[in-house]
C-alpha cells in the first residue's frame, strides 16, 4: 500500500531533536495555535496528506516522494556524521546544505503565500482585462483564434460581476508549486554554499536547541542599521545576511559571507538568543527534546520553556 502521509519536515531530522535522538523517541511539542503542549514521535508532526503527490501522464505519482525518501535517507547519514565528529565538509556539508535548501522553499504556508501572490497577479490581470468590454471581447477573440474551447454563453457583464464579487478562490496545481521549490532550491543553493559555517555546540547548562516548523531562518546580521524598508526582505545572496540552522538539540549552525568555518561552544546567552530567533518565525509548532528549554522574553530575561504560553497569554 502506498503511503499517502507525506513529510515536509523529515522525520531524520527531526528525530534529532527528540529525548534519545531516534525515530520511535518522543518530541515535546508546543502547539502555538492552541497553546498546548504534548508529546509524539516525529512521524505524526511536519507532514501532510499527499504533499509530494504529483498527477502527470506517464509518471508515477509517488516519483516525487520516493525520489526525496532517497534523498532523506543520504542527509540522515550527513546529519549523524556531523553530530559525531563535528566535521561540516565534503559529502557531509554539502547534502546537508541541500537538506537546508529544501525546508528552506518548502511547507503549506509556503505555498500559500505563494498561491496568495500569483493569485493576486492574477487578479490584476483580470483587473485589466475586464477594464472594458472592447478589450474583453479582444482576449476572447483571441482565445478562440488560439483554438482554445470557451463557453458563449458567458456574457462580459457576468465575467466582470462574478470578478468584482470576489467569491472564488485562485488555486494553482500541486505540480506547480512542487516546479516552483524545485526551482527555489537551484537557486539558494550557491548562496548557502558560498557561506562560512560556525557550528555551535550545547551543553547540559545551556539546554537544548529548538526547531519548528519552520526551521531555516535568514535575517539581517545588523538589523539597526538596514532601513526600515528593507528590514523584512533580506535575500540569500545579501553579504550582511546571516542563516541559522538547527541541525539537532546539541548542535546548531550559523552561515555567514564574513563568518569563519569554526567550531565554538554556545553560552546559556548565545543558545537562548538563538532558540528565541528560531522561535519568532515558528508557523504552528515548535519542537523540543525537553520542556524546559531556554528562550528570551520581551524583556530580556531568559525564560524556561514551560513558561512561553503563560508569557504568551499573559
Request: glycine residues 6%; charged residues 25%.
Amino acid at each position: 500500500m502506498t503511503a499517502r502521509h507525506h513529510h515536509y519536515l523529515s522525520q531524520c531530522y527531526l528525530k534529532g531533536f527528540t529525548k534519545n535522538g531516534a525515530k520511535k523517541s518522543k518530541l515535546q511539542v508546543f502547539d502555538l495555535v492552541n497553546s498546548k503542549i504534548f508529546k509524539t514521535i516525529p512521524r505524526n508532526v511536519g507532514g501532510l496528506r499527499d504533499f509530494n503527490r504529483i498527477n502527470i501522464a506517464g509518471l508515477d505519482q509517488n516519483t516525487i516522494e520516493t525520489s526525496l525518501a532517497i534523498f532523506e535517507g543520504e542527509a540522515a547519514a550527513a546529519l549523524k556524521r556531523l553530530e559525531e565528529t563535528l566535521l561540516f565538509e565534503g559529502e557531509t556539508k554539502s547534502l546537508i546544505l541541500n537538506l537546508i535548501a529544501l525546508f528552506a522553499v518548502r511547507s503549506p504556508e509556503k505555498r500559500e503565500h505563494s498561491r496568495y501572490s500569483q493569485a493576486k497577479i492574477a487578479e490584476k490581470i483580470l483587473d485589466l482585462t475586464l477594464a472594458s468590454k472592447e478589450r474583453w471581447e479582444s482576449q476572447i477573440s483571441q482565445i478562440k483564434e488560439s483554438g482554445k474551447e470557451i463557453d458563449n454563453n458567458v456574457t462580459y457583464e457576468d465575467s466582470k460581476r462574478f470578478h468584482e464579487s470576489k467569491e472564488y478562490k485562485i488555486s494553482f496545481a500541486r505540480e506547480h508549486h512542487i516546479q516552483m521549490e524545485f526551482a527555489g532550491i537551484e537557486a539558494i543553493l550557491p548562496y548557502l554554499e558560498g557561506r562560512n559555517w560556525l557550528l555551535i555546540k550545547s551543553t547540559e547548562k545551556t539546554g537544548p536547541f529548538i526547531t519548528t516548523d519552520n526551521p531555516v531562518n535568514l535575517s539581517w546580521k545588523e538589523p539597526e542599521k538596514i532601513p526600515p524598508a528593507y528590514r523584512n526582505s533580506p535575500e540569500y545572496g545579501m553579504k550582511d545576511t546571516q542563516v541559522y540552522f538547527p541541525i539537532s538539540r546539541n548542535i546548531a549552525l550559523i552561515g555567514g559571507f564574513d563568518s569563519s568555518d569554526i567550531v565554538i561552544e554556545g553560552d546559556i546567552d548565545l543558545v537562548s538568543a538563538l532558540n528565541t530567533k528560531i522561535l519568532m518565525f515558528t508557523y504552528k509548532q515548535l519542537y523540543s527534546s525537553k520542556i524546559d528549554f531556554k528562550f528570551r522574553w520581551h524583556n530580556g530575561a531568559i525564560h524556561n520553556g514551560n513558561e512561553l504560553f503563560k508569557l504568551k497569554n499573559a
